[in-house]
């Protein structure tokens, strides 16, 4: 049975929905039920109420919002007040869509004011490219970058990159639809390690140029990618890996680090995501493990500086942003490379490594800022 749930009475509690992706074949139909839930536990220590709900609960008439709330250990559905502030966590729209969903949420306003998100969020990795490499201090930092555009493209790549080529979707998470692409020159033949849709690991071997740049072509199809140099981003025994920083709005509207940690994918994989069976270990021990205490101190010191430098640089071209997961490959000698920048990203990285103070912030953060942003406006209608 639905239930109708209408905010506290007290002036100082507002209301947080979280928009997530709908899962249909699952109990309750989202996804994020984990991170959701706790939101929800950390929204009641700071009077913020949180519900969830999909595009698919957005009514096209009515008061509110179809969702669900998380009430002594169950998942709740009902109609939900049109919340003080959205967080939108829905990865995978065009910018259409995300434009129509906001229109059909803009209308359920009653006087008619735009609705207030706790961020704008990026806008795919080829613009995040393009942004960062006209900042002069990333261009270090950056590898060089095109948009994927034919096989011709792709054959001149591998002659200048010493025959290896990575290729991935502009808007994709989680490693999924990447392809690592190597010449072996002598025969001409094409050796492809990649993701599929499902982030199931493959291996393709070619005999020759043509079949193997067609069966490319058919994986891409009418999708944007981007193409980039193979680095060797692997540590001593070949797993790849990378650096997750978690960096975070907080309680006053300032960026601050939340949390570093060590991301080391499956042997002979092509990425580390964590969806794609990585697993996370501390990032100080593993880098000093590595590279030794001299190159780790050096490496974490760029890290740090990168982070603390890229959010608020970012913003000045997107807008306004709340967090952002930052990915940096690190190659055999010692050079860190930026290799994507999520607004929407997860931080089950920290519970795996058991860093309770970095989870702790990295669910907390969201709400304190929210309730910063709600404050602020409260204030502005009052004064």
Same mark, same amino acid.
């Given at each position: 049975? /639905? ?19 709908? @899962? ?15 939101? %929800? ?83 795919? *990795? !080829?613009?995040?490219?393009? $942004?960062? /490499? ?8 950056? &590898?060089?970058?095109? @948009?994927?555009? $034919?096989?011709?493209? =792709? ?12 290729? /991935? &979707?502009?808007?994709? %998470? ?18 492809? %390690? ?6 199931? =690991?493959?291996? /393709? ?9 067609? !069966? ?5 199809? *009418? ?24 960096? +975070? ?14 991301? =080391?994918?499956?042997?002979? #994989?092509? %990425? ?6 990585g697993t996370a270990v501390q990032a100080d021990r593993y880098l000093t493990r590595e590279f030794g205490e001299s190159a780790s101190a050096s490496i974490l010191g760029t890290l740090r500086r990168l982070s603390a430098d890229i959010p608020e640089y970012l913003e000045s071209c997107f807008g306004r942003l709340a967090e952002l997961g930052i990915d940096f490959g690190i190659d055999r000698e010692s050079r860190v490379w930026i290799i994507e920048v999520n607004s929407k990203p997860g931080r089950s990285a920290f519970?795996?490594?058991?860093? +309770?103070? $970095?989870?702790? @912030? ?14 602020? +406006?409260?204030?502005?209608?009052? #004064?």
């Amino acid at each position: 049975m /639905k239930q109708l749930f209408t905010p506290a009475a007290s002036s100082m509690t507002s209301m947080m929905g979280v928009m997530v992706s709908a @899962k249909p074949n699952l109990s309750p139909p989202f996804g994020e039920t984990a991170f959701c839930r706790r939101l %929800t536990l950390a929204g009641a220590r700071h009077h913020l109420k949180v519900y969830v709900f999909t595009e698919e609960g957005i009514l096209d008439s009515g008061p509110g919002i179809e969702g669900y709330q998380y009430i002594r250990g169950n998942w709740l559905s009902g109609s939900f007040p049109v919340p003080d502030i959205i967080y939108d966590r829905v990865s995978h729209r065009d910018p259409c869509q995300l434009q129509l969903t906001r229109q059909r949420l803009d209308r359920l306003t009653e006087d008619g004011r735009p609705l207030q998100y706790l961020a704008r969020g990026l806008s795919g *990795k !080829w613009n995040v490219y393009q $942004s960062l /490499k006209r900042q002069e201090s990333f261009l270090p930092h950056l &590898p060089r970058t095109a @948009k994927y555009s $034919s096989s011709i493209q =792709l054959a001149r790549w591998l002659l200048q990159h010493n025959n290896e080529v990575f290729l /991935k &979707p502009h808007s994709g %998470t989680h490693g999924k639809l990447t392809l690592h692409v190597r010449l072996v020159n002598e025969h001409q033949h094409l050796m492809l %390690t990649g993701r599929d849709r499902n982030n199931v =690991l493959f291996h /393709k071997h070619f005999q020759d140029w043509e079949t193997g740049a067609a !069966w490319i072509d058919r994986f891409i199809g *009418k999708r944007t990618f981007i193409i980039q140099p193979y680095l060797q981003l692997t540590s001593t025994d070949g797993r790849p890996f990378d650096v997750r920083v978690l960096m +975070q709005k907080n309680e006053s509207g300032r960026w601050s680090l939340t949390g570093m940690a060590v991301r =080391l994918g499956e042997q002979d #994989s092509v %990425t580390s995501n964590l969806h794609g069976g990585g697993t996370a270990v501390q990032a100080d021990r593993y880098l000093t493990r590595e590279f030794g205490e001299s190159a780790s101190a050096s490496i974490l010191g760029t890290l740090r500086r990168l982070s603390a430098d890229i959010p608020e640089y970012l913003e000045s071209c997107f807008g306004r942003l709340a967090e952002l997961g930052i990915d940096f490959g690190i190659d055999r000698e010692s050079r860190v490379w930026i290799i994507e920048v999520n607004s929407k990203p997860g931080r089950s990285a920290f519970f795996q490594i058991g860093d +309770q103070m $970095s989870a702790f @912030k990295s669910i907390e953060n969201p709400i304190l800022y929210a309730r910063y942003l709600w404050l602020r +406006q409260l204030r502005r209608v009052n #004064s």
